[in-house]
């Protein structure tokens, strides 16, 4: 436990991707290959466990410390950290003297987090409260988040790989291979990592290959950046879920861009791609789509609609039946089982062509699609930069969010290398809102004043249509706290209403209808564009302003 | 309860008013008669007619009035009359000649606290309690999560970062107010490790310190346009507003690090990205603030600024007369807010509004 902690204040307390490399090859190098596995868990943000509720954790502080349940909220409400507001506030009696035997990070969570998990709560609290005395404070912040199953490091997963690729003496990209789809479950999991050479038959998926954002909106611009428009191959950018279908050995396993396994939540397509041959492997994008009455086109559900099945560890029929999956095919990696990621692209997508019959034709466009749950992705043909553009002046009315772009030429490659694949998206759509209450935020910005609810004018009245997290500066935040401060009305909770005063121009990708909202109405993807000084709350937009984008 | 009869301070416009004596304590704006706790800008504002402060604390206090304030003081413990009422001055252990104001009245008797902390501090004289019947008490950290760990740990600490920082050829940089807390850093440290150098705003301190008999060890000045100061072994005392311009570029590679008792929270380490925090403060921590209450007996507990309503609250549920008062004092600042309003690059320590806080403003 105490390496693990060490650990995480050292990742704490770098931005250095260097460092935070150091630490991990460190700490990987010289811990126990079963200390080691469970903390690949934690850091490659696997499920965890959660043994206790906050509440519990709260209450039991609130009794070891003889402090008021409300005092323990106002430090929490200041210090923005639960774990570590309650680390903070129990006493600092000095664990047992170092000769004693510390256990490990995989012995503290079997002993006191999984075997807790099913206990009753006297024997939960005996055993919080036996741990508390065992640990330093710093552990105990550690530990009070992993009791509570909330334990995030500021690491990503690329970063461990690179670590451990370091300690194993291995490539990123095979390290970055034998990662996905979760880290190792056990001690002979982790060692198998370290492994110079594997040749197991595995269903694990490739590294995705990202695509960059092409910020230019004008023609002009990406026809300069991206030379002739021949040599690219344009296709919708879907507003799905990217995944891989990974047809190996006798099975399909469905893995999405989280690197989690998702078939439970895909039965249909895992039904439909067992007919694909083995040792095939489609890069592609999950997509919900209405009931079809035979032979009409498909109907586009949007992203909210896929959540409400990915989301799921088993599909009730009910949802199964009115929010309908498939898959679209964008390239194929893996044929006979042979890698064709180095393949250019133009020949990746001939094979795709012949081993996928069915093109995807949604909505508006084309002639109706066969139905089945695996299709290929259109081409979207085009002569010139000019006519992409005016195909992607379609897109809002198709239901997609714009192109994307990529290289003929290219191989599929790994992580987000710039160069041969861009999305080119559609503009994002935009109003001005004002701010009606405030929450503090976590981390960094705890105890500042950085999460809002923004609202536009219904009739002499504003109603709440977003919350927004991102878009400011620091300084903007701190100035923005200052005012939320100086012109809250009530407070609920950790919740300012404040006089409206502030207008942000805001940014999001569509509007849907919503029950959270009092408006009736939700905005997607919402982030903060500028603050508006110029204006005033008056100079606002409407709900009428929003629902004529729905 | 028959203390309410009698009001021997109010706040006003201009600040804490005695009427009977017809003074203030540590008024925010110009008056005829000013008694300072502390020369800490949001205590002491310049342009009164009179001051009454500490006798240790007057080289401090003129270094921040100006030449041309007439300063009266007192040797701690030693009582004046003004208009009749009792006046005494009472070691706060803040900063040097901080003090608590004793008020004597019709039998009645106050204590302001100013800010106090009750741990060791080898700048000043320490922490007196003063028994009275109403304690007006400041709360800058009024909350159960701050408890100091031993200055000597903490010193321990800054010696161990400063000999790493050395041994690597970076020079270190800590971030103090220049008037209390880097002093007190400077007397700390080890000063076998390397050279001490400060900024001007902390140097000019350093002298008012010295000349009111405070030993400290050697502090370089920065000489005027230097140009590489230190050979990377230095440790520099300077306040936070040093972030914001080119100063530390003459130091080369440098680490910082910020000494505050704001430092225990890490959400406030990480948010003003510096690399390390030492929790070292000039104000209590919450057990010294129940400490310091009770230990001056008063049945009566006015709070200012910090978390006043959250420590009253916690008084009254623990049976003392406590409440809220409403003051422009701001304590200790976090060091993000510390130049954000008033951009005075020699005055850092001006107290600001912590931005994490509630209560008095």
Known sequence: MKAFTDLYWRLDATTKTQEKVAALVDYFQAADHADAACAMGVLCGGRQLRAVSTTQLREWVAAATGLPAWLVEECYAHVGDLAETLALLLPDDQPASDAAPRPGLAMTMADTIHSLHTADEARKREVVTATWRRLAPRERIVWHKLVTGGLRVGVSRTLVARALAEVAGVEPAVMAHRLMGGGPADTAGFAALLEPVTATDDRRPYPFFLASALDRGDTAGVAADLGAAAAWQAEWKWDGMRAQIVRRGDDVTIWSRGEELVNEAFPEVVAAATALPAGTVLDGELLAVGPRAGGSPVQLLGFAALSKRSGRRRVPKKILSEIPCVFVAYDLLEQGGHDLRPLPLADRRRLLDELIPACFAAATAGPPAIETCLYRSPLVEADSWDQLAARRAESRERGVEGLMLKRRSSPYGTGRTRGDWWKWKIEPLEIDAVLLYAQAGHGRRAGLHSDYTLGVWDGDRLVTVAKAYSGLTDAEIVEIDRIVRATTVERHGPVRICTPTLVMQLAFEGVAASTRHKSGVAVRFPRIVRWRRDKQPADADTLDDLKRML | ?361
């Open chain 2, 1 to 361: 309860m028959s203390a309410r009869s009698l009001e021997l301070l109010e706040v006003t416009a201009s600040g804490l008013y005695c009427a009977a004596g017809g003074f203030f304590v540590d008024p925010w704006r110009r008056v005829e008669r000013a008694v300072i706790t502390h020369a800490h800008a949001d205590h002491a504002r310049s342009g009164c007619g009179r001051y009454l402060c500490a006798a240790p604390g007057k080289h401090v206090l003129r270094t921040r009035m100006g030449s041309n304030a007439t300063i009266d003081t007192l040797r701690y413990g030693e009582t004046t009359s003004i208009n009749g009422v009792t006046v005494s001055l009472h070691p706060a252990g803040h900063v040097l000649g901080s003090a608590q104001v004793r008020i004597e009245h019709c039998g009645q008797t106050w204590v302001v606290t100013g800010d106090y902390k009750l741990g060791p501090d080898p700048t000043c004289a320490p922490f007196e309690p003063v028994p009275c019947d109403v304690l007006v008490t400041e709360s800058t950290f009024g909350l159960p999560v701050y408890r100091w760990p031993d200055p000597a740990t903490v010193a321990g600490e800054i010696n161990a970062w400063w000999r790493t920082n050395r041994d690597a050829g970076r020079t270190s940089v800590i971030l103090a107010y220049a008037l209390g807390k880097a002093q007190r850093i400077a007397a700390l440290v080890d000063p076998e490790i390397g050279p001490i150098v400060a900024h001007g705003a902390v140097m000019k301190l350093c002298e008012a310190y010295r000349a009111s008999g405070v030993r400290l060890p050697p502090i370089d000045r920065v000489p005027p346009r230097a140009r590489k100061v230190g050979g990377g072994r230095a440790l520099v005392i300077a306040p936070p507003s040093v972030l914001d311009g080119p100063w530390l570029k003459m130091f080369g590679a440098t680490a910082t690090a910020v000494a505050s008792g704001w430092m225990t929270i890490r959400g406030v380490r990480r948010r003003r990205g510096v690399e390390q925090g030492f929790v070292l403060s000039d104000h209590a921590d919450f057990p010294g603030l129940l400490a310091a209450i009770e230990a001056s007996r008063a049945g009566r507990v006015l709070v200012t600024h910090g978390f006043a309503d959250v420590l009253a609250r916690f008084l009254r549920e623990r049976g003392l007369d406590a409440e809220p008062l409403a003051t422009r004092f701001t304590g200790e600042a976090p060091p993000d807010a510390a130049s954000d309003e008033h951009g005075e690059p020699d005055e850092p320590d001006k107290h600001d509004e912590p931005d994490a806080k509630d209560g008095a403003a």
